[in-house]
């Protein structure tokens, strides 16, 4: 979605299948795809984006649903927000049910889509951290009737990216049947973007701890040494509780990664390098504080 063309809008194609949405795009290589349009339409209001022509997502059913594959789902791009927050699919993935409905308010959450969600990759898209901790695959849609997969991670770090003509039409998540969690902080009361939030999920058959930062990087992070070593001292085979120093110890290790100390100051005698060590600015302790604070409270939530 981040085509650009020097004139408005002036053809737009609703395709009633993947291959064809594929199809138009290859066609008008300047087209723009639109399913949700939240972050789109958001562009061309502010006069960002004026795209020559939209290839309509919404008409294509079978990227609007999910079904059950080899102990994953399934999920097409074109689900809402405001499906994935209902009570049938918050038991199927309930950090990801919990990201969307904290997406923003119902019109938002009506209209915009999990694969929007994705390709527009902000900082403070709610279903990414999930999405990354989760270790979630993407598939991709090309021309002629191809299908290639890529990790989130990829796509969100810009180590992938789509091809033109390609679409994200599905997006495959294990079924962990495990507790996992989402947490967020905005700046106000209500929904409202992220000024930091948390995903964290157990995986009781690898005897892992997945969690994942998001809106206080371009992508979301993964504290991973954080991860090995609270999975090392959970009990998996009894009651998996942690005394509380240890979410304490858990939620600071995630907040450090995340939020990194200065580097120390160069040409000064002191620090282990020839550097002084330098103090957080207050708006970067705040928002370490913010992170731990989630880290802690979504491990608590997800042993208790």
């Not at 990354?132 to 299908?147: D, S």
């Not at 994942?212 to 090392?232: C, F, H, K, Y």
């Amino acid at each position: 979605m981040t085509t650009h063309a020097p004139q408005a809008s002036q053809t737009v194609t609703l395709p009633a299948s993947l291959d064809e949405a594929v199809a138009a795009l290859g066609a008008m290589p300047a087209a723009v795809p639109v399913a949700g349009g939240t972050d789109l339409m958001a562009a061309v209001n502010a006069g960002l984006l004026r795209p020559a022509a939209l290839v309509g997502l919404g008409r294509i059913s079978e990227i609007r649903g999910w079904q059950y594959q080899d102990g994953h789902a399934l999920l097409g791009a074109g689900l809402t927000l405001a499906r994935m927050g209902r009570p049938d699919f918050a038991a199927l993935i309930p950090a990801l049910a919990a990201a969307a409905r904290a997406a923003g308010p119902p019109q938002v959450r009506n209209a915009g889509t999990l694969g929007g969600n994705i390709v527009t990759s902000a900082p403070t898209g709610d279903t990414l951290p999930v999405l990354a901790a989760l270790e979630a695959t993407l598939i991709i849609a090309g021309p002629h009737g191809a299908r290639r997969e890529i990790p989130v991670s990829h796509l969100l770090a810009g180590r992938e990216m789509l091809r033109p003509g390609e679409l994200l039409g599905f997006v495959r998540v294990p079924l962990l049947h495990a507790p996992q969690t989402f947490l967020k902080a905005t700046g106000r009361t209500g929904p409202g973007r992220a000024t930091a939030s948390v995903a964290l999920v157990l995986d009781p058959a690898r005897r892992g701890v997945r969690c994942a930062v998001g809106a206080v990087a371009t992508v979301p992070l993964r504290p991973l040494e954080a991860e090995q070593w609270v999975a090392s001292i959970i009990d998996w085979d009894g009651e998996r509780a942690l005394v509380p120093e240890a979410l304490t110890a858990f939620g600071e290790y995630v907040a450090a990664a995340c939020i990194p100390d200065p580097m120390p100051r160069p040409g000064s005698p002191e620090g282990t390098d020839g550097g002084a060590p330098q103090a957080l600015p207050p708006a970067a302790l705040h928002l370490r504080r913010t992170v731990a604070a989630l880290a802690r409270r979504a491990l608590g939530r997800a042993l208790s």
